[in-house]
Structure formats: structure tokens, C-alpha cells
T-cell receptor, first 109, second 110 residues
Framework: NAGVTQTPKFRILKIGQSMTLQCTQD?????MYWYRQDPGMGLKLIYY???????DKGEVPNGYNVSRSTTEDFPLRLELAAPSQTSVYFC????????FGDGTRLSIL | AQRVTQPEKLLSVFKGAPVELKCNYS??????LFWYVQYSRQRLQLLLR??SRESIKGFTADLNKGETSFHLKKPFAQEEDSAMYYC????????????FGQGTTLQVKP
């Protein structure tokens, strides 16, 4: 089992560009989550999903979109990258305990 | 407002010394609290949860509703305990949504 896999691990974007952060899990978990972690801060919930076809906003959803067409995949999309979205992004699955991926370090310049 | 506070960014102790990582929360409902840990080059993972009242790797944490605290303790720190520790509060058992504290880096010196 790979668990939760996030790609890419690192990315640099220009302001205004768009990209999709990929997250896939092979544990058949219904619940999945996207967090961001800014320097010196805790993780903040962006979006979550309780099952395929169902998504909902977390604490900091502005500037992001998600979809959940399958149980395995939960991609996070940035449509118009802004410097404030520079962060480390974590995907997690399972309601408890949550299983985390390695993270994606995203810089927007 | 719901909030989790970890007042110390860094806690540095010597091997064999007692450790206490502080966590305070603010929540109007019945709290469910967790400690997550991230060791160097590893993924964030659950260390323990208050409901199970267990001891994991020598760590314990007791929920004190009167003081709204969930401090993590270990009587004798080991070098392998060096890691980043996050306290988390579960907002909903239906969705599993968590609020995390800012995290405390524990550094255990030889």
C-alpha cells in the first residue's frame, strides 16, 4: 500500500497561472481532506469530501476548487495563482486517524 | 470561536528529562482531541487520542475540561522523540474535520 500519494512534491508557479495538485489513496477511504500549512502555522482545512461526488468547503476555500469523481482521487485546483497561496499542501484520507501524504511545496512568484 | 493553541514553538530538553508539550483549546461542544506527530522525513501521523486514554511510545495526554487543556507528557525524553507535534481538535464526528494548533518542535539533546 502506498497510502496517500501527492504529486508533484515541489512546484513554482507564476502569478495568474493555474495548476492541479494531485492526491490519490489506495486504502478505499471515503473521507479525504486538503490542508495548507503556512510557515509557523498549523494546518488549515481547505476542502474535504465524505465520499465520491460529495465535497464541501473547509476553513480557507477561497481560490481553490476540488472534485471527487472517484473514491481514490481528490485533486485540488488553483485557478489563478496568487502569492498568498504559497504554502505546503497536505492531502489526507480517512475520518480517523487521518492518513497524510508527503505534501506539495508550492511557491508562487 | 473554535481554536487550538500550542504556546511553545520550540521545546528543547536533555535526554532523560521530563517533557510536557502544552495544548489549550476553545470549543463549545464536547471536545475530541488528538496529538499528531511528524518525525524528520516522515509523514504526519496520529500519536494518540484522548478517547482511548492510551500510552504510545511512553507519551500520555489527559483531557482537562476545566482548564480546557490536553497537554502531552513523557517522563523521560529520548532522542528519537525529536519531532514536530501538533495538537488537533475534532469539530464533527460526521465529517472528521480537524483544527490544528501551530505545532511545537521538540528537540531532545543528548
Amino acid at each position: 500500500n502506498a497510502g496517500v500519494t501527492q504529486t508533484p512534491k515541489f512546484r513554482i508557479l507564476k502569478i495568474g497561472q493555474s495548476m492541479t495538485l494531485q492526491c490519490t489513496q489506495d486504502m478505499n477511504h471515503n473521507y479525504m481532506y486538503w490542508y495548507r500549512q503556512d510557515p509557523g502555522m498549523g494546518l488549515k482545512l481547505i476542502y474535504y469530501s465524505v465520499g465520491a461526488g460529495i465535497t464541501d468547503k473547509g476553513e480557507v476555500p477561497n481560490g481553490y476548487n476540488v472534485s471527487r469523481s472517484t473514491t481514490e482521487d481528490f485533486p485540488l485546483r488553483l485557478e489563478l495563482a496568487a502569492p498568498s497561496q504559497t504554502s505546503v499542501y497536505f492531502c489526507a484520507s480517512n475520518i480517523q486517524p487521518q492518513h497524510f501524504g508527503d505534501g506539495t511545496r508550492l511557491s508562487i512568484l | 470561536a473554535q481554536r487550538v493553541t500550542q504556546p511553545e514553538k520550540l521545546l528543547s530538553v536533555f535526554k532523560g528529562a521530563p517533557v510536557e508539550l502544552k495544548c489549550n483549546y476553545s470549543y463549545s461542544g464536547s471536545p475530541e482531541l488528538f496529538w499528531y506527530v511528524q518525525y524528520s522525513r516522515q509523514r504526519l501521523q496520529l500519536l494518540l487520542r484522548h478517547i482511548s486514554r492510551e500510552s504510545i511510545k511512553g507519551f500520555t495526554a489527559d483531557l482537562n475540561k476545566g482548564e480546557t487543556s490536553f497537554h502531552l507528557k513523557k517522563p523521560f525524553a529520548q532522542e528519537e522523540d525529536s519531532a514536530m507535534y501538533y495538537c488537533a481538535l475534532r469539530l464533527s464526528s460526521n465529517t472528521g474535520k480537524l483544527i490544528f494548533g501551530q505545532g511545537t518542535t521538540l528537540q531532545v539533546k543528548p
